[in-house]
């Protein structure tokens, strides 16, 4: 099992930008994808990014590629996400996930959950 926390979040303007920071503990951190997700009130949890265990391959939801970055430091054990040109619809609570394979497969769900981290971007 991995214990996950997450950091970062907050309130900001639209145009602005935001760096959540999630750290991991427990099973060896270089051996598993993470991902990020989110749930907006009324929602469901959806997938935003992921990160293979390496660090080099990433994958965004349409919404946010070209504003969002996933990143890794394995040496850290811990996994960022960097949000730039937020929008209102960004708004959500965040939540750092961890998967039981070296990459993401879609459909598979993560093992391990952060508890959250809020996001509010004002207009």
């Known amino acids: 099992q991995v214990q996950l926390v997450e950091s970062g979040g907050g309130l900001v303007q639209a145009g602005g930008s935001l760096r959540l920071s999630c750290a991991a503990s427990g099973r060896t951190f270089s051996n598993y994808a993470m991902g990020w997700f989110r749930q907006a009130p009324g929602t469901e949890r959806a997938l935003v990014a992921t990160?293979?265990?390496?660090?080099?391959?990433?994958d965004y939801v349409e919404s946010v590629k070209g504003r969002f970055t996933i990143s890794r430091d394995n040496a850290k054990n811990t996994v960022y996400l960097q949000m730039n040109s937020l929008k209102p619809e960004d708004t959500a609570v965040y939540y750092c996930a961890a998967f039981t394979t070296p990459r993401y497969y879609s459909g598979r769900y993560p093992r391990d959950w952060g508890q959250g981290t809020q996001v509010t971007v004002s207009s």
């Open positions: 990160v293979s265990a390496s660090g080099g391959i990433t």
